[in-house]
């Protein structure tokens, strides 16, 4: 077989394997409301690092401090004193302990500021998603937040499906925990999910 003959045919071949692993690697879309409207992650100019439900399963995100091991630039510090929860982003915190101050990190549940609520023992049962916006967000949120914001975005009812869900945990010491979850559609327009 001749030389040219041979490298035509490797060259051929890298296309075609380059192709169909350039066609398997597609990347999900994640729609996310970091400007308070929904929009494609990928379409967005902030900083953004969104979690879905199912990322927050497989990555085993369950409390605040796990978030840190998931997204750049951010610490948890359960602390009394600290606004936001206890979140950093980029170095950025509030120490102030007034309840007029504004946190550094604003915490948001369904876009609403939970203000100097503490989010130390909060659990992120039943979330849609988690957004964690870094850099200064104004007060598009309702609140200024210099080191920026974590929304946390709970599931809405399923109005077609009546379901539930149960996960029950057991650890050392006795320790136990049962996280349950029910949906109930009540009409076409109303649902109920506790």
Do not use: C, W
């Not at 001749?2 to 045919?9: A, E, G, H, V």
């Not at 997204?71 to 979140?87: D, E, N, Q, R, Y």
């Not at 974590?150 to 650890?171: H, S, W």
Request: proline share 3%; charged share 20%.
């Amino acid at each position: 077989m001749s030389r040219f003959l041979k490298i035509s045919m490797a060259l051929v071949g890298s296309f075609i394997v380059s192709a169909t692993a350039f066609a398997q690697s597609t990347i999900e879309e994640v729609i996310v409301t970091a400007q308070r409207t929904e929009q494609s992650l990928q379409s967005v100019p902030i900083a953004v690092s969104a979690f879905t439900a199912e990322a927050l399963e497989e990555r085993q995100i369950e409390v605040s401090s796990d978030l840190q091991l998931q997204v750049p630039g951010i610490t948890f510090s359960a602390s009394t004193f600290s606004g936001g929860g206890g979140f950093s982003i980029r170095g950025i915190t509030n120490f102030a302990t007034a309840a007029s101050a504004d946190a550094g990190v604003e915490v948001h549940l369904n876009g609403l500021p939970l203000g100097n609520t503490s989010t130390n023992e909060m659990g992120y049962m039943d979330m849609s998603r988690i957004e964690v916006l870094r850099g200064p967000q104004g007060t598009l949120f309702g609140r200024n937040s210099t080191g920026g914001v974590v929304n946390l975005i709970t599931a809405r009812p399923d109005l077609d499906a009546f379901e539930g869900r149960a996960k029950i945990q057991y650890g050392k010491n006795n320790e136990k925990q049962l996280d349950l979850m029910l949906n109930i559609p009540v009409s076409d327009e109303l649902g109920l999910r506790l």
